[in-house]
């Protein structure tokens, strides 16, 4: 199965930053949008940010706004979620997958799910 590939996850302090990439050895993410995910146990996936295939718009969860932006990168065949400010309710599995060009917050609608990776916040 066509997997991505997260990357970046780790363990921080409240207020520091992550990186987290997101690659696609298998395919190319051309005509993708890209969205990333985080799950926590118990509760549902959430989309937390979206960038879609022109990469001309990009949608983010009210509660990472202006903390978390997204960004792809066609030639490296990449998408990166930078994360500042980080608190302790952004502790999580963090995923990506795609779907056809546009976002959308239905998180059925994306496919080629990575295993993930884990982002703890902790004081």
């Known amino acids: 199965q066509l997997q991505l590939e997260e990357s970046g996850g780790g363990l921080v302090q409240p207020g520091g930053s992550l990186r987290l990439s997101c690659a696609a050895p298998?395919?190319?993410?051309?005509?993708?949008?890209i969205g990333w995910f985080r799950q926590v146990p118990g509760k549902e996936r959430e989309v937390i940010s979206c960038i879609s295939s022109s990469g001309s718009s990009t949608d983010y969860l009210d509660s990472v706004k202006g903390r978390f932006t997204i960004s792809r990168d066609n030639k490296a065949n990449t998408v990166s979620l930078q994360m500042s400010s980080l608190k302790p309710e952004d502790t999580a599995v963090y995923y990506c997958?795609?779907?056809?060009?546009?976002?959308?917050?239905?998180?059925?609608?994306?496919?080629?799910w990575g295993r993930g990776t884990q982002v703890t916040v902790f004081s």
């Open positions: 997958a795609v779907r056809d060009i546009y976002c959308s917050d239905r998180v059925s609608s994306y496919e080629h």
């Open positions: 298998w395919f190319t993410l051309d005509y993708r949008a």
